[in-house]
């Protein structure tokens, strides 16, 4: 047995594996949906964070980004000289919708045949507790070289709030490799893709639907706008190919609405298109978004319509090398763990780390407990085996990629 195989085995013998199923309960049971008007925020699941984060003697810095919604930060530091890894997770889920439903209580967290349930047991409350638990270990093990830094965070299902403060207040300084923790089905996910949302607003002439030659249809222009981006989609589809593990570039329209009262004889005076692009490797958002606009420039013209462009949401693709140490240390604990050969994977969404990739310039693994297409769905689960096997891995992952000897 190698000197790091020893001091691996050592560590994750200190694994607390009953806690860490009775932490993902815990936190599956703080409703941390962002719905003040019911009187929910992350709050509720920062304070079990808390809770624990004392019962294990941490530190940790509470920062108010919004009214209600903190960012929780523990800094673990091994005593000795070395890099710092990230371990990145956030405390925010979808909402449940209709409770009636599901077939278990939605933050209930009860376990039957081996399954976890409620929402945020996947994504990502499991992720949460295991690496937190997956740092315990490690440090219960004895001084290691460096420090493991836990940004558990908010608004990562919306505007992503948390993880911009986070960056913004300098705490990515330093870091030299995160793992983010969403769920991805034991895939090791180097990659991910960008996503760009868009909302197009279009100022037409109302006329009556008898005289269309009196008015300016915005509907008509956004017909065109659809049109072309189809064919812009294609552009791209056939530029870049079809990403091994990412699949392909997309420009999708998700809604469209004109007037207020639609009437069947009436030609509105405005339209509002909105779209969500998904980006892979390669693609150079601010050369997209210009053709875009330059599109809308043509119809404008041609149509005598007026449009506005507003990017919601602006964020890339994501591709850390597969030998990068932080992938390899990912990938060598899950093959030591499980005995299996790792299979690299991409994101098929967005995470925090398309923030912390871009903004920050960390390279950024994607690999937590959970399936890769469950999040966001009624009976939202996760795998006790996978649990604990996952909180392993990151102790595993620690381990090689602070070099920890024995």
Same mark, same amino acid.
């Given at each position: 047995?190698?000197?790091?195989?020893?001091?691996?085995?050592?560590?994750?013998?200190?694994?607390?594996?009953?806690?860490?199923?009775?932490?993902?309960?815990?936190?599956?049971?703080?409703?941390?949906?962002?719905?003040?008007?019911?009187?929910?925020?992350? =709050?509720?699941? @920062? #304070?079990?964070?808390?809770?624990?984060?004392? &019962?294990? %003697?941490?530190?940790?810095?509470?920062?108010?980004? /919004?009214?209600?919604?903190?960012?929780?930060?523990?800094?673990?530091?091994?005593?000795?000289?070395?890099?710092?890894?990230?371990?990145?997770?956030?405390?925010?889920?979808?909402?449940?919708?209709?409770?009636?439903?599901?077939?278990?209580?939605?933050?209930?967290?009860?376990?039957?045949?081996?399954?976890?349930?409620?929402?945020?047991?996947?994504?990502?409350?499991?992720?949460?507790?295991?690496?937190?638990?997956?740092?315990?270990?490690?440090?219960?093990?004895?001084?290691?070289?460096?420090?493991?830094?836990?940004?558990?965070?908010?608004?990562?299902?919306?505007?992503?709030?948390?993880?911009?403060?986070?960056?913004?207040?300098?705490? =990515?300084?330093? @870091? #030299?490799?995160?793992?983010?923790?969403?769920? &991805?089905? %034991?895939?090791?996910?180097?990659?991910?893709?960008? /996503?760009?949302?868009?909302?197009?607003?279009?100022?037409?002439?109302?006329?009556?639907?008898?005289?269309?030659?009196?008015?300016?249809?915005?509907?008509?222009?956004?017909?065109?706008?659809?049109?072309?981006?189809?064919?812009?989609?294609?552009?791209?589809?056939?530029?870049?190919?079809?990403?091994?593990?990412?699949?392909?570039?997309?420009?999708?329209?998700?809604?469209?609405?004109?007037?207020?009262?639609?009437?069947?004889?009436?030609?509105?005076?405005?339209?509002?298109?909105?779209?969500?692009?998904?980006?892979?490797?390669?693609?150079?958002?601010?050369?997209?978004?210009?053709?875009?606009?330059?599109?809308?420039?043509?119809?404008?013209?041609?149509?005598?319509?007026?449009?506005?462009?507003?990017?919601?949401?602006?964020?890339?693709?994501?591709?850390?090398?597969?030998?990068?140490?932080?992938?390899?240390?990912?990938?060598?604990?899950?093959?030591?763990?499980?005995?299996?050969?790792?299979?690299?994977?991409?994101?098929?969404?967005?995470?925090?780390?398309?923030?912390?990739?871009?903004?920050?310039?960390?390279?950024?693994?994607?690999?937590?407990?959970?399936?890769?297409?469950?999040?966001?769905?009624?009976?939202?689960?996760?795998?006790?085996?996978?649990?604990?096997?996952?909180?392993?891995?990151?102790?595993?992952?620690?381990?090689?990629?602070?070099?920890?000897?024995?």
């Amino acid at each position: 047995m190698s000197p790091s195989s020893r001091s691996t085995h050592s560590r994750r013998s200190s694994l607390d594996r009953d806690g860490v199923i009775s932490l993902t309960q815990r936190l599956v049971r703080a409703p941390s949906v962002n719905q003040p008007e019911l009187g929910r925020s992350e =709050a509720s699941a @920062v #304070a079990v964070v808390v809770e624990q984060a004392a &019962e294990f %003697g941490w530190e940790v810095q509470l920062e108010e980004v /919004a009214p209600g919604r903190p960012n929780a930060i523990v800094r673990i530091d091994g005593g000795l000289p070395g890099p710092c890894l990230l371990f990145e997770g956030h405390t925010d889920v979808v909402t449940e919708g209709d409770a009636t439903a599901w077939t278990y209580d939605p933050f209930g967290a009860e376990i039957e045949d081996g399954k976890l349930y409620g929402r945020g047991s996947a994504d990502m409350k499991g992720g949460v507790a295991a690496f937190m638990h997956a740092a315990r270990a490690v440090e219960l093990g004895g001084p290691f070289p460096g420090t493991v830094m836990l940004a558990i965070l908010c608004d990562e299902e919306e505007m992503m709030i948390g993880v911009h403060d986070f960056v913004a207040k300098g705490h =990515a300084e330093g @870091v #030299a490799g995160a793992i983010v923790c969403e769920p &991805e089905g %034991g895939e090791v996910c180097n990659t991910q893709k960008g /996503a760009i949302r868009l909302r197009i607003d279009i100022t037409g002439t109302m006329a009556h639907g008898a005289m269309p030659h009196q008015g300016r249809n915005p509907i008509s222009a956004a017909s065109s706008f659809i049109a072309q981006a189809q064919q812009i989609e294609a552009d791209l589809q056939r530029a870049h190919g079809d990403h091994p593990q990412l699949g392909l570039a997309y420009l999708t329209p998700t809604h469209i609405s004109a007037g207020t009262l639609p009437q069947l004889n009436v030609i509105p005076g405005e339209s509002i298109l909105t779209y969500d692009i998904r980006t892979i490797p390669g693609i150079d958002h601010a050369v997209l978004l210009q053709r875009l606009r330059d599109t809308a420039t043509e119809i404008e013209e041609a149509l005598g319509v007026g449009i506005t462009f507003t990017i919601i949401v602006d964020r890339p693709p994501t591709d850390t090398p597969i030998d990068h140490p932080v992938v390899t240390a990912v990938a060598q604990a899950h093959a030591a763990v499980t005995g299996e050969e790792p299979v690299y994977g991409g994101v098929p969404g967005t995470t925090d780390g398309t923030i912390l990739w871009r903004d920050a310039g960390l390279p950024v693994v994607v690999y937590g407990p959970g399936g890769k297409w469950i999040a966001h769905q009624r009976d939202e689960f996760v795998e006790v085996d996978e649990l604990v096997r996952c909180a392993e891995v990151y102790v595993e992952a620690i381990v090689r990629f602070l070099e920890i000897p024995s």
